[in-house]
């Protein structure tokens, strides 16, 4: 099932989005523009658009830290994104979360979670809340490698699993959990987990190839859709960069040669062909296409200058949904 | 107005916010069989009264034993318009799902800028003083007190629980309600018609001049005790008051009196360190501290475990007669002035 | 491999032990000579044995709140046992633990958890112990099919494999948890969640015949001794009293023709027959064990009864190893 | 001696620590690489001092992300003959594995009657203000000192945090340590033999005579410069003690003080309710009132959730302005007596 033309140069449109969005904003924390820290999507663009664009508007997504491309592959605007890593009054959750923790819930991003594999039963129970409220609404999941060592995720398929619930687990294995080979400290393959729950365990060999992940996704999204339960789908994927900007490691934890080859399939560069190739746009449209989003990225970052810091008072709000007194507010 | 006993009072609240509307449901470990006697007509099922009957299925759900997950999942389906109730059973359990309520339930709102709001509630038994042991004789509390964006919920009798529940129900944010399994059997008069208690308002059981004690959960009927003990005894005339809510806390009830009474107790079951006394007695020498007339004592378990026989777990926790040793110490006769040393010797 | 015959009549030995030990401790939590409640192995014996039998001495074994089945078939003396579940001084825990937590050190019981699924690491942790300081020994950790949707499980197979621990996950799946059904809350089969580890998993479809739990309980203590690694037991069985003493549940969570079917392939019974049928024994030699381990059980009572309550005092005792002093004891 | 830092001195710590003792073995998320910079000769691996060519990776080992495993195994493996140091990166993940704590760590010695020891050490860093908002700013040590059966250390200094280490290796029960991360990067005088600081004994950091400021964690250095400025500007002498053990507490250091000064102020990194700040304000108030002669105050976190936002963020946490804000305020002219109304009004 090949999808639309129309599908297809949106992915490609997406992918740049990140990649763009995460080389501007790695520029701006090594300027000291962006506080604290961030974790790009780099080299991972096929393996998020391919599975937010198996998704429709109403449905939901949870992430974790290598949080930029869950929303910008669902659909969000970039301005406040890039606010919110600046830390400004106009970011998406008004400078309170920050980069691991974006929510935007205009899109169905139910937000991301800093604690990896936290986030994985908040995807569960909108899920829940879909089925019980008779919405047609699916959730999805993103988690890495190393969070599939968590045992809430497996609590999370379990149960999912026996209540029928329309979520999908997507693992987005891209070989490391910060400087730890998963090799080393994950036993078995993450998808074939699946099996002991009974329910479709798949794995994307190639993740740079958005078409396959974006194929498997919809499988797994219709069958969630059709109320046949959630599946697992484990993406394999390479991050290009450090695990985090900033973070400087002198252990060479990953090998040059493997690097090199993942490198060298640059989800960008393949689909950008890939297009060519089946004529769905030519070297002029994609040329066009850059130059349109990078033009968006330096939008997005005008709206974060003209954005002000918040107000002092603004750390004291949203705590709570109900008014609140505070006991020795200071 | 009927008697009722304390977990019929529960039973009934979840009734009632279940009927009244359809975002409710209840999810937990055999939830569906009514194990705990708060899902069913009573504890015993009765045919009509059966939650599972009434409300279906769908509404009330058996869980895996995986509280992690069953945490997050009530978060996740709030944050998406359910209003659910889980039943997480002892007390002793909510440390399996810990991450969840504080990385998730309490900071996705703030971290997120008012994005979502999770009206949850998370009911929990405190089976203490029944020869259950440390694995199931916690009084944990005062630990999620320390969580802002937590509320905290300690029913202390039939009226206060069905009331408590209902309001917690309604509320947006994240609610823990902790019950205390040696209040289950009491009865009060309680109306079965729909009512909220307010969050932030304590109940003043009992109105005194000399001595101001501010009772816990399962420690209020054993205050109540203690004042009529005092009372008779030494014509002590003690004041008792029942927070009823830890967060939000109603601190002026607790400095009004204090002010007027000069003398505070605090008695809690929970361990001593950092629990809710200690928080109590600080805002209390903070903000009322010129009312102060005697050093403000803590009637509460100590910084122990809970072991398993009945001989040694009866020496635990607070009783009538050490919150009545406890009031009679602050209110002995000798004037406390700053300079009298006698009163360092008082704790 | 058959077992010797000391072997076999030594699994028959340890299968009334459980049997009578629960009927009896069952009769006095009835009679209110026990506080608090009890959980009974009775009509799991040959899981609880078959699966202990595979030890050795120095093997470590930790498990859950259906406690008096592991140590007993680990070799515990009866006396104390008894004495702990009263809350006597002479209780192997002195009367700190009761029935949920007994503990016996001497035999290897290193504790069993009131909290499912919360021991499991624990086992692990015996298991790395021995990695470390080479010393040769196995740990076996028991839970049930309940205990099994706990995410603990998964983070410490995936651990123990990783590691390659010598550690054996033995489930006990007696299709309920309390009121719960296995079937309405667990996805998939437990025993095929091991593929997913690259471990073992194995099902023992007949669980009440001691002989073929003791047959996959060897091979997986084999493996872990080789340095090979864990493995994941199942086995089915079925508990034929209530989940605990004293609960009165009015819904029939369990269908009387099930139950009837476990019931009429008593592990005892069956094994009886078959250390006759094999001429291990005659009729004489069981009705004479049968005297003996009653014997015992009397025994194990009338230690009990002399046994003195503890000192209040001790109550504050055990907190910690180190010298302590308590803040506001009273 | 020589000066070194308070991240280096904890790998020094862990260094003697393993040479010490082949029972010694460290375990964690990316210990092998040494992200966090304590299991290697410094922050960058130097080629000789690395921890993984020096003890072997038997001794030293990645984890999965599996907290609630990795410290249930590390107290199996303390039950059974090792003395782990589990090293949990940032503090806010001790709750995946509180379970663990509570009810294993804490619990395991008290109801298997003695039969076990738990020799375990858990290392968390407090990595606060620096802009990683609320996943990754808590600092939780309060609701681990309401768990009877846990040791909880908080080291300010550097020849502190090595001495502590130590003797938290050598302990035969679970020990927390909390490690403040603003202050990594700050240099003591540190003696390169191999020496311990014993639990339950505070530091007195400043001598002064009219009011106690107990500090803790980060807020150490702080409350000394506040005890400067209020020297400077308003000649006021202020004690500065820092319990460096909150678990087991030094109470008589702090009760001599306030007997000495009648005064004090209590100021931590944590959230303010049911806090360190609360129990010893409540522990002061119930065993040395007689000396009080001004309300207790302290100076904390508030309840709220940690926001990104730099500038919002830097209103949070206590500072030396607002330690000595406080201190200026109990030590007003104003004599305290008791009918004073003024007094009230302080906090
Ligand atoms: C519960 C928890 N433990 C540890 C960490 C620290 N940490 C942050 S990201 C990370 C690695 C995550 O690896 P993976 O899940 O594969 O995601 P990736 O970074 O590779 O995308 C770790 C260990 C955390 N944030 N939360
Ligand atoms: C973490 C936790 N959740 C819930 C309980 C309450 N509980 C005690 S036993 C039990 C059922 C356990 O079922 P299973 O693991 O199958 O063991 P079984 O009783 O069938 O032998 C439950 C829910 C508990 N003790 N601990
Ligand atoms: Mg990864
Ligand atoms: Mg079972």
Redesign the pocket.
């Known amino acids: 099932m090949t999808p639309s033309s129309d599908i297809m140069l949106e992915m490609q449109r997406r992918m740049l989005r990140i990649r763009l969005f995460d080389e501007r904003a790695a520029k701006m924390l090594m300027r000291g523009l962006i506080p604290g820290t961030i974790h790009t999507s780099i080299g991972q663009e096929a393996q998020v658009v391919g599975a937010c664009m198996a998704l429709r508007e109403k449905d939901k997504l949870a992430g974790n830290h290598r949080s930029h491309g869950h929303p910008i592959g669902k659909g969000s605007a970039l301005g406040p994104l890039m606010a919110e890593l600046v830390g400004k009054a106009g970011g998406v959750c008004k400078g309170k979360g920050g980069s691991m923790h974006l929510a935007d819930y205009a899109v169905g991003s139910l937000g991301e979670s800093g604690v990896t594999g936290s986030s994985i039963p908040i995807a569960v129970g909108a899920a829940l809340s879909a089925q019980v409220l008779g919405e047609d609404r699916v959730s999805m999941s993103f988690f890495g490698d190393g969070a599939a060592n968590q045992g809430v995720l497996y609590e999370s398929i379990n149960l999912a699993a026996a209540w029928k619930l329309p979520v999908v687990f997507l693992c987005e294995n891209n070989h490391y959990a910060l400087s730890t080979p998963s090799r080393t400290v994950t036993s078995g393959k993450i998808s074939d987990r699946a099996k002991g729950y009974g329910i479709p365990g798949v794995l994307v060999e190639d993740g740079q190839d958005v078409l396959k992940v974006y194929e498997a996704a919809c499988t797994a999204v219709e069958r969630a859709r059709a109320g046949e339960g959630p599946s697992l789908v484990e993406v394999m994927t390479y991050r290009y960069r450090e695990h985090a900007e900033g973070l400087r490691l002198t252990v060479d934890y990953r090998d040059a040669a493997e690097k090199q080859h993942w490198v060298s399939r640059d989800p960008l560069k393949l689909f950008r062909q890939e297009l060519i190739d089946r004529g769905v746009a030519d070297e002029a449209a994609m040329v066009a296409m850059e130059a349109e989003i990078a033009k968006e990225i330096d939008e997005a970052v005008k709206f974060s200058n003209a954005s002000p810091y918040p107000e002092v008072k603004s750390a004291f709000e949203h705590l709570y949904t109900d008014p609140y007194e505070m006991e020795g507010a200071q | 107005m009927s008697m009722m006993t304390y977990i019929a009072a529960i039973g009934a609240a979840q009734r009632e916010a279940m009927a009244a509307d359809k975002r409710v449901i209840i999810f937990g470990?055999?939830v569906e069989a009514n194990v705990y006697g708060t899902t069913g007509g009573s504890k015993t099922r009765a045919e009509q009264g059966d939650f599972v009957q009434e409300f279906g299925r769908s509404r009330i759900r058996n869980t895996p034993?995986a509280?992690e997950a069953m945490v997050g999942t009530a978060i996740g389906a709030a944050m998406t318009g359910l209003r659910p109730i889980v039943d997480l059973?002892?007390s002793n359990?909510l440390y399996?799902a810990m991450d969840q309520f504080v990385n998730q339930a309490a900071k996705n709102r703030y971290m997120f800028g008012g994005q979502s709001s999770i009206p949850v509630v998370f009911r929990s038994a405190m089976f203490y003083g029944l020869n259950t042991a440390a694995h199931h004789s916690d009084r944990p509390y005062p630990m999620f007190m320390n969580v802002p964006g937590l509320k905290v919920v300690v029913p202390a009798s039939a009226s206060d629980a069905k009331g408590l529940l209902r309001t917690a129900v309604d509320s947006n944010d994240p609610v823990l309600i902790f019950e205390a399994v040696p209040l289950w059997g009491l009865k009060e008069e309680v109306d079965e018609n729909e009512y909220r208690i307010p969050f932030g308002v304590a109940r003043v059981r009992r109105e005194g001049e000399d001595v101001t004690v501010v009772a816990i959960s399962g420690c209020v009927p054993l205050a109540l005790a203690a004042a009529e003990q005092v009372a008779s005894t030494r014509g002590i005339s003690a004041e008792v008051i029942d927070p009823r809510t830890l967060v939000p806390l109603d601190t002026k009830t607790i400095l009004d009196s204090v002010r007027r009474t000069g003398r505070l107790i605090i008695t809690e079951p929970a361990h001593r360190t950092c629990g809710a006394a200690a928080e109590i007695a600080a805002i209390v020498v903070e903000q009322a501290f010129e009312a102060l007339r005697a050093p403000v004592l803590r009637v509460t378990a100590p910084d122990m475990q809970i072991p398993f026989s009945p001989v040694l777990e009866a020496e635990l926790y607070p009783t009538a007669d050490k919150i009545a040793a406890a009031i009679t110490r602050v209110c002995s006769n000798k004037p406390f002035s700053a300079d009298d040393p006698a009163k360092g010797a008082v704790p």
Request: proline share 0%.
């Open positions: 470990e055999d034993i509280e059973s002892y359990f399996m």
